[in-house]
């Protein structure tokens, strides 16, 4: 019998992998229906889906491994990081998904509440949130809008031989910032944004991700402690805003 590998769980969703198969179940209906029809629209290969009854969507396995994970060296190649730079400059040249983003009122109140939540609950020193809310803020000006993962951290990006064989987790996809998937895709693997570059080509503004950098991860460390993770733990986002702020 196949053992049964937990790859991700909280109250709202879990993700179990049985051998070649993955078993998203998500308590959210329509979150599953976002990401089967991003995973339709998008021009960059996805995951296969084997089959689909509420609440489980059943992906196969991709070939190749993750570009690496958030606060542990990445052993992927400066050529894999660059594939994986074409293949989001790829998806935000493709049409706009129905699906709208997060407007800059939004944003910015998610900032705010976040920034508020950190220094009430005495979970970082107001002046190292200070220092990031300030440079955050260079992310919340007018954009125009592509067709953005949404979620493309490096963990969700597969490759093998130096080539793109997939990008999983499609439910957060909408129209939206290309900055802030370059910024998701090398948060706290800064050593790497070169190479992305490379591979993404022109129009590129390092100081806007450099702000969704600090944003993602004021946001992202909130969301980490309520629901069960740690964002303390080594290079990940804690780690992330005292670089940020140095």
């Known amino acids: 019998m196949e053992s049964v590998e937990v790859v991700v769980a909280h109250p709202e969703r879990a993700t179990v992998r049985i051998g070649d198969v993955f078993l998203k179940i998500d308590s959210d209906q329509a979150r599953i229906d ?23 969507l059943a992906l196969a396995a991709l070939t190749g491994s993750a570009l690496g994970r958030l606060g542990a060296p990445s052993t992927a190649s400066s050529a894999a990081w660059s594939a994986a730079g074409a293949a989001v400059r790829i998806l935000h040249d493709a049409p706009l998904p129905p699906k709208p983003g997060r407007g ?8 705010d509440g976040a920034c508020e939540w950190l220094i009430t609950n005495n979970v970082l020193p107001a002046d190292l949130v200070t220092r990031n809310r300030r440079i955050a803020e260079a992310a919340l000006r007018p954009w125009a809008p592509v067709f953005t993962h949404g979620d493309l951290q490096l963990a969700h990006v597969f490759v093998d031989a130096d080539e793109v064989t997939g990008v999983i987790d499609w439910s957060e996809a909408a129209s939206g910032d290309a900055m802030y998937d370059l910024a998701t895709l090398t948060l706290g693997h ?16 390092l100081d806007v991700i450099r702000a969704w950098w600090s944003l993602r991860s004021l946001r992202g460390v909130r969301w980490l402690v309520e629901h069960g993770f740690d964002p303390s733990a080594p ?9 940020q702020a140095m």
Not at 36 to 53: E, F, N, S
Not at 104 to 111: G, K, R, S, T, V
Not at 235 to 243: F, Q, R, Y
Request: charged fraction near 25%; include cysteine; proline fraction near 9%.
């Open 104 to 111: 800059l009122d939004e944003l910015a109140a998610e900032l």
């Open 34 to 56: 976002a990401e089967v029809a991003a995973m339709a629209r998008a021009p960059v290969p996805t995951p296969q889906i084997l089959w689909r009854t509420p609440p489980v």
């Open 235 to 243: 290079g990940c986002e804690i780690d992330v805003l005292k670089t």
């Open 190 to 205: 800064t050593e790497h944004l070169g190479d992305v570059i490379a591979g993404y080509g022109t129009d590129v503004d």
